[in-house]
């Protein structure tokens, strides 16, 4: 394979909480950006622990990060991260995932400060380059091999977008040669750049609503590849190849939306917010070339406010905290049905999860527990549990590779063997 021309151009623009391309085959081994390899937040390692010994998961390394929530990505043994420092400077940050030893980074000037501070997003990784968006909207393509940026833009600047209160924090979405982000302004909806020069490639028409903290994600729906956007006051279908809108729903709203759709498969998308949003659920309909967007069900019985839901066979798992109320990790089947909450015993805070193996593995944020849970409809089985993170905000995402979780507080990236045998 021809390695691609590295092209200079300057610097600056994107930004929390996931996306690779939905052709690109990923190893099982790698977790190439928000979301991990399946795009859904599981894995398909196999061969992982059934349950933990007395003294707990063995924990491999554990590095010092600065402040904030921002997830990894990692590819090929190494770990890539988007860390901060506070009020000066973002930093990309590639670690090596057996030892933790830091094998380089590229930092650049972000100046300014900011509500809860520190680093919000993923980085995406796809071939040659790692892909980061900054909390003030820059969004770098920065080469693996030299190290240094090959083009930036700046999504907040170019497209009259208002930087949101606590930041932007959504992750660059890689889908084959284009990296999407979604400014969500008067002007436009998404845009996609050519990821290896940085031209705009589309642009979307502008969607109902302001921005939110969510990160646009790659699907195919009916045999058409589609990005999924979500605003404080729209669901939306954009054609990946175009920046067409195929279709919207406007029948959830929350003013401050983080977790992004899911599509769960069979047409079927489902979103959770907090807030008192709830979730609500869409059958999306293809005739000929017209899509439509109805609603199947909408429930205030859960609220899921930061993370990503989680399906297994056919329910789903959400970490179902937020401001208003603390309903703990949640299981409902594809109707709306609720089969069980944690309530507060677990509450889990807002712990990251992750699936792998048939095992649930969930942060309990109150804590800083890791815990392992079997996922049942029937009612909550925890199988172990052991305390690995320290502090309070114990809110980021955790991932995966090679049988090695990877998980943060507010001062420590810490890796765990999980591999079973």
């Known amino acids: ?47 992982l622990m059934k349950t933990w010994p007395a003294e707990g998961p063995e924990v491999l390394w554990t590095g010092q990060v600065g402040v904030g929530f921002g997830g990894v990505a990692v590819e090929d043994g190494k770990v890539y991260m988007l860390d901060r420092d506070k009020g000066k400077r973002d930093i990309l940050r590639c670690l090596d995932l057996n030892t933790g030893r830091e094998l380089w980074r590229f930092g650049y000037d972000a100046v300014g400060n900011i509500s809860y501070p520190g680093s919000r997003s993923h980085p995406t990784v796809d071939s040659y380059y790692v892909y980061t968006m900054s909390v003030f909207g820059q969004l770098h393509c920065v080469s693996k091999e030299t190290h240094k940026p090959v083009w930036a833009r700046n999504i907040l600047k170019e497209f009259g977008m208002k930087r949101p209160t606590w930041a932007i924090s959504q992750a660059p979405v890689i889908y084959k040669d284009k990296v999407i982000a ?9 845009v996609a750049f050519d990821k290896l020069t940085g031209r705009t490639v589309w642009k979307s028409p502008p969607l109902a609503g302001r921005i939110t903290y969510a990160s646009a994600i790659v699907t195919n729906i009916h045999g058409v590849d589609q990005v999924l956007a979500l605003t404080t006051s729209c669901i939306a279908g954009i054609d990946a190849e175009t920046g067409a809108i195929l279709w919207t729903n406007g029948d959830w709203e929350c003013r401050i939306p983080v977790a992004s759709p899911a599509y769960i498969g069979h047409g079927h998308v489902f979103v959770t917010g907090g807030y008192r949003a709830g979730v609500i659920m869409l059958e999306i309909r293809r005739e000929g ?24 066979k ?24 609720i089969k069980w909450k944690t309530g507060r015993s677990p509450g889990f805070d807002w712990g990251g999860m992750l699936l792998a193996d048939d095992m649930l593995y969930v942060v309990d944020g109150n804590k800083g527990d890791l815990c392992m849970v079997r996922p049942d409809p029937s009612a909550y089985r925890e199988v172990a549990r052991f305390n690995l993170l320290k502090g309070k905000q114990i809110w980021g995402t955790i991932a995966l590779s090679d049988g090695k979780l990877l998980l943060r507080d507010q001062s420590q990236l810490r890796c765990v063997d999980v591999r079973g045998g």
């Open 1 to 47: 394979m021809t390695r691609p021309l590295i092209i200079s151009q300057g610097l600056v623009i994107l930004v929390l909480l996931f996306c690779c391309s939905v052709v690109r085959p990923v190893p099982a081994a790698d977790w190439p950006g928000f979301r991990g390899p399946n795009g859904d937040c599981t894995s398909d390692e196999k061969e």
């Open 182 to 190: 979604a400014p969500i302004t008067d002007e436009v909806g998404l």
């Open 289 to 312: 070339n017209r899509f439509t967007a109805t609603t199947k069900f909408k429930t205030n019985e859960s609220n899921g406010q930061i993370h990503q839901p989680i399906v297994y």
């Open 314 to 337: 056919d329910h789903i798992y959400v970490n179902g905290n937020d401001k208003s109320k603390r309903d703990g990790l949640v299981c409902m089947d594809f109707d709306g049905n």
